[in-house]
């Protein structure tokens, strides 16, 4: 089946600091990824839906300066979350798709901000 | 717009209860599929069933069934005889879409299910 890697599942830094985040694709070529954001007790806020090789599209109200979005090739996305401060500590992941009704899963980037 | 709403945010049953958790939608959109996610403390996102607008036909799964009723734009999902590992968030979800192959997909509320012994 399809399987996606997100990496780190982890990861705490400094405030000021930029974290950058993996979302792969194992087995199957993503036409289209995507990024979630999850605060605790709340649902998942799509950020933004990156193609391969074009810029990525935000959602209404999400800093795309603040949250650089990467999609190199097919199988590979990154989501960096630059000048990190303690707002920004959630949950994200990352879902990949390649037609309109099988999306596949990582398994979350919980980032703290300190 | 798309939108779906899950209006139970907390249902608390005891084990080998029944519930159901309630899932409206509202779509523009003629074709789009429909689905449900388990989501355990750990955080991962569990794929329980995806429906096609076309298709109304009721689903079951073990403990598990859907009903799709497009007239009311609703897709409920029931567990029998719950069990304590039931518990879990469960987001119902919408594709909404973006190109003939791709589409985008937008989460309800969530429904915090707690199963107690």
């Known amino acids: 089946g399809a399987v996606v890697s997100q990496h780190p599942s982890r990861v705490i830094c400094k405030s000021g600091t930029s974290v950058k985040i993996e979302c792969r694709s194992l087995?199957?070529?993503?036409?289209?990824m995507f990024w979630y954001r999850q605060f605790p007790k709340q649902s998942l806020m799509l950020m933004a839906t990156?193609?391969?090789?074009?810029?990525?599209?935000?959602e209404q109200g999400v800093e795309k300066d603040k949250f650089l979005i990467n999609h190199a090739s097919l199988t590979l996305s990154t989501l960096t979350v630059t000048s990190a401060h303690p707002e920004d500590s959630s949950f994200y992941i990352c879902?990949?798709?390649?037609?309109?009704?099988?999306?596949?899963f990582g398994s979350g980037t919980r980032l703290t901000v300190v | 717009a798309q939108k779906v709403t899950q209006a139970q945010t907390e249902i608390s049953v005891v084990e080998k209860e029944d519930v159901t958790l309630d899932c409206v939608y509202e779509?523009?959109?003629?074709?789009?599929?429909l689905f449900w996610y388990k989501q355990p403390p750990s955080g991962e996102l569990v794929f329980l069933i995806r429906?096609?607008?076309?298709?109304?036909q009721n689903e079951i799964s073990g403990r598990y069934s859907w009903n799709f009723q497009k007239s009311t734009s609703s897709f409920n999902f029931t567990i029998t005889a719950s069990q304590v590992v039931d518990s879990a968030v469960y987001f119902c979800?919408?594709?909404?879409?973006?190109?003939?192959?791709?589409?985008?997909?937008?989460f309800g509320q969530g429904t915090t299910l707690q199963v107690k012994p």
């Open positions: 990156s193609n391969e090789g074009s810029k990525a599209t935000y």
């Open positions: 087995d199957f070529q993503a036409t289209t």
């Open positions: 779509t523009r959109d003629t074709t789009y599929y």
């Open positions: 879902s990949a798709t390649r037609t309109a009704y099988g999306y596949t």
């Open positions: 979800a919408l594709s909404e879409l973006l190109s003939s192959n791709t589409g985008k997909l937008i």
């Open positions: 429906r096609n607008s076309f298709d109304e």
